[in-house]
């Protein structure tokens, strides 16, 4: 059976606890992926002639096995395995498999890294007959662990890691995907951590592209080359030093290297990017043209390296924090050039808390030297908005991603979100490009009126404020208000305000729109259908959500009322959580339902017990309902008969468990107390009352137990009966039950909820106006003296006289 992605990143993830107490996760995420790495590379290339990644006879991940349980271990995974390897493909800055600080002494060491070892045995990990190989399900399991890695290993050290989804964001503003790209497109990250970013490029080119990357730190540059191989590309140049103080990519003349596209993500604000920099006398003239950076901030020095890299149409984009776009002194000079050079294109403000390193907000300045000198403006984006809480950290929605990257790219200005602005505005802000001067994309103050509180009436600036409703649904505003008769500037409720949510609801306007909505999908899920029960084996899931997903964003645009990246989270929420493991199932072994038993181990006795079976593909509740519906509805009967002579025993035990009750002399009341206490007195003539009580609770006992016992054997007979109907399925009713029953219900459901919010937000803010203003303060006021007058009369009764 083919490892589902959740599996196999859960697999991974476990072997971090082998490691776990002698180092943190920035010091043991180099152990887990150096293992991920030699045996992906083991499964795929060892005995193949050609390989682009040479295992040495003895080095494989196999000959690691045998080394078990061994006293030296520690040593001969380092000198049979990790050196062979190492030299062969030439990599450097390996862990110490031998480290007795990190992994521990003698026994421990030995059991620690047999253990490590023994998850990686497991035959899910089998990565050589991977069918859903392009879709770069290894890749993915790597971008899963960097990112726990990062949230564990704390503030100063989450740095050698860029958030997947920023990185998406970054490779996708480039244009990459649309350019005529070749082996001899260059791209290029002089901060390049872990690899991430330049992979998120390579992955949005139409072919293959040619990477470099230079990184400060020994060991992240390592794994860095391990990326590239473990996303086939292993001929990505990956280099180790200080790229301001030493830049390794040079040309013949010595000079630095220019590429086609260059991306980065370097250290916040580094105080120390002057080590071993002579910037007034740059053999390399970074800063020459637009000036020097302060001493003690790096950001702008990362900026004008990367516009120096750049060929003359060349086009870059760089994670700098906010910082950059309003602060004075040499950076305000070097900002007003850049700006008049025409060098910046684009500008998009990130939420805060993304980064692993801080928690500042930060934003992407994108370069584009092409067409610079004609520039006269510069497109900005506050995407800051726009994200998700996860954990202790935020992270940008499939949504977010996408919204910021067609509004970027189609260069679409949207209130509140994007502007094109222009030269002269900037000039205007003496060159400050702090987003919130151009864009205003704070939400308007729900204002009190004083004369509605005063005299009543819903104020008429606040029905027109609802003009997207009433362009849609023209005459439900005349259902729902009139003219107020006191003055042309309010508006009176027609209805009572319980009855909002019914009269929008039922008004032929709004149910003509639900309808063309529910068109609207339907036509997405017929074609959709066709296309996911066409899947074949070996297909890329990727590229199955990317289509539907895509054709999802054209069903909804420019359909008025709903956000169609609203919808669209709908189904990308699906597909991570359920879908795509399905995917990857059938990519990998067609449509088959296969059934299997869940077999549980205790950690403590290693006792493995039986919890019953299930199906990953098409779940026995899926069967159950298109198969036995009948045998499903005589449980449920049982069920409810089952509830209700529950309720009955609770009903009895409360009536007569107090003091003076019948249960009052038992200690418990329960079967066996209740017969002991009827066979007490038996016969006694004054105790018939509670004789009746005490048969009928031993009557209502026995009717569940045998109720309970027939639900417990119908399900044990439903049970057989829907593993027994497994093998029968054809793959058409396969497709049937995953397609329709499972995939495209949870999906309608979903994107349904979203349309139900449309009315939900117009019954709410119509409701909440018609409460504050419904009642004004001369009939507070009469309350207020009815009230009092009341109190007066009440103690002029008690004797009390009011003053």
């Not at 083991?42 to 078990?68: H, N, T, W």
Request: glycine share 6%; hydrophobic share 40%; net charge negative.
């Amino acid at each position: 059976m083919a490892i589902k992605k959740s599996e196999l990143y859960s697999s991974l993830w476990q072997s971090c606890d082998e490691l776990r107490g002698g180092m943190d996760a920035s010091q043991y995420k180099d152990y887990v992926l150096v293992m991920l790495f030699i045996k992906y590379v083991s499964d795929k290339y060892a005995g193949v002639p050609f390989a682009p990644i040479s295992i040495p006879a003895g080095a494989s991940f196999k000959d690691m096995v045998a080394l078990k349980g061994t006293s030296t271990i520690g040593d001969d995974i380092n000198k049979k395995i990790i050196a062979p390897l190492a030299d062969a493909n030439k990599l450097s800055d390996m862990p110490d498999f031998n480290d007795a600080t990190k992994l521990g002494d003698g026994k421990e060491k030995v059991e620690r890294l047999t253990n490590l070892i023994a998850i990686f045995e497991k035959k899910e990990l089998d990565f050589s007959s991977n069918r859903a190989e392009g879709d770069d399900i290894l890749g993915d399991a790597y971008e899963y662990l960097m990112r726990h890695f990062a949230t564990e290993s704390g503030k100063s050290k989450g740095q050698f890691y860029t958030p997947a989804e920023v990185s998406k964001v970054l490779a996708q503003i480039l244009g990459i995907a649309n350019a005529n790209t070749s082996a001899n497109t260059t791209v290029y990250d002089p901060t390049c951590g872990s690899g991430s970013l330049l992979l998120k490029i390579a992955d949005e080119a139409k072919t293959e592209v040619t990477l470099y990357g230079q990184e400060k730190d020994a060991a992240t540059s390592g794994l860095a080359r391990m990326n590239m191989i473990l996303h086939d590309n292993p001929t990505a140049e990956i280099k180790q030093g200080n790229t301001l103080a030493n830049p390794l990519f040079l040309n013949e003349q010595g000079s630095l290297k220019t590429f086609d596209y260059v991306v980065a993500n370097p250290p916040f604000s580094d105080k120390r990017w002057g080590t071993g920099v002579d910037a007034l006398h740059d053999i390399h003239t970074r800063f020459q043209e637009y000036g020097v950076p302060p001493a003690k901030n790096g950001d702008y020095a990362y900026l004008l390296h990367i516009i120096r890299s750049l060929k003359s149409n060349g086009k870059g984009a760089c994670i700098l924090p906010h910082g950059v776009l309003f602060r004075g002194n040499a950076e305000a000079v070097i900002r007003e050039a850049l700006i008049r050079k025409g060098i910046i294109k684009g500008i998009i403000g990130l939420p805060a808390n993304l980064f692993y390193g801080t928690g500042i907000p930060a934003c992407i300045i994108v370069i584009d030297k092409e067409g610079a000198n004609n520039r006269k403006a510069i497109f900005m984006i506050d995407a800051s908005k726009g994200f998700i809480k996860d954990g202790n950290k935020n992270r940008l929605r499939d949504m977010d991603i996408h919204q910021i990257v067609d509004v970027f790219n189609k260069q679409t200005e949207i209130d509140k979100y994007s502007r094109i602005v222009p030269f002269d505005e900037i000039e205007k802000n003496e060159f400050n490009l702090n987003i919130p001067r151009y864009i205003d994309s704070s939400e308007p103050e729900d204002l009190q009126h004083i004369d509605a509180h005063l005299l009543g009436d819903i104020p008429k600036a606040d029905v027109d404020a609802l003009k997207a409703y009433w362009d849609v649904y023209p005459n439900l505003k005349a259902s729902l208000f009139t003219a107020s008769s006191r003055s042309p500037h309010f508006y009176a409720l027609t209805v009572n305000k319980d009855a909002i949510k019914t009269t929008i609801y039922q008004h032929p306007e709004f149910v003509q729109f639900m309808a063309q909505m529910n068109s609207v999908f339907e036509q997405w899920q017929t074609s959709t259908t066709t296309t996911l029960k066409d899947l074949q084996p070996g297909h890329h899931p990727k590229q199955v959500i990317h289509a539907i997903g895509e054709s999802l964003l054209a069903a909804y645009t420019d359909k008025a009322l709903l956000n169609k990246y609203d919808v669209y989270q709908h189904l990308m929420n699906y597909w991570f959580a359920v879908m795509q493991d399905d995917c990857y199932l059938i990519a990998s072994d067609g449509w088959k339902a296969d059934t299997y038993r869940i077999l549980v181990e205790n950690k403590t006795t290693k006792k493995v017990s039986d919890k019953g079976w299930t199906c990953d593909l098409v779940p026995k509740d899926l069967v159950i309902n298109r198969y036995f519906a009948a045998e499903k509805a005589a449980i449920q009967a049982l069920e409810a008969e089952s509830e209700n002579l529950s309720s009955q025993i609770t009903e009895l035990e409360e009536e007569h468990g107090g003091e003076d009750g019948y249960f009052a002399e038992l200690e418990k009341v329960n079967k066996a107390n209740v017969a002991a206490r009827l066979k007490e007195i038996k016969g006694d003539a004054e105790a018939k009352d509670e004789i009746v009580v005490l048969k009928k609770y031993l009557d209502v006992t026995e009717d569940l137990a045998t109720t309970n016992k027939k639900i417990k054997e119908a399900q044990a007979k439903l049970d057989a009966a829907v593993l027994a109907h497994y093998p029968t399925l054809t793959t058409e009713q396969i497709k049937t039950l995953v397609v329709d029953d499972k995939w495209i219900a949870t999906i309608a459901k979903d994107i349904y909820t979203e349309m139900d919010r449309i009315s939900q937000r117009l019954t709410h803010r119509i409701k909440e106006l018609a409460e504050r203003y419904e009642t004004p303060l001369p009939v507070q006021t009469q309350e207020v003296a009815d009230l009092e007058k009341a109190v007066q009369m009440h103690l002029a009764k008690m004797g009390f006289v009011w003053n």
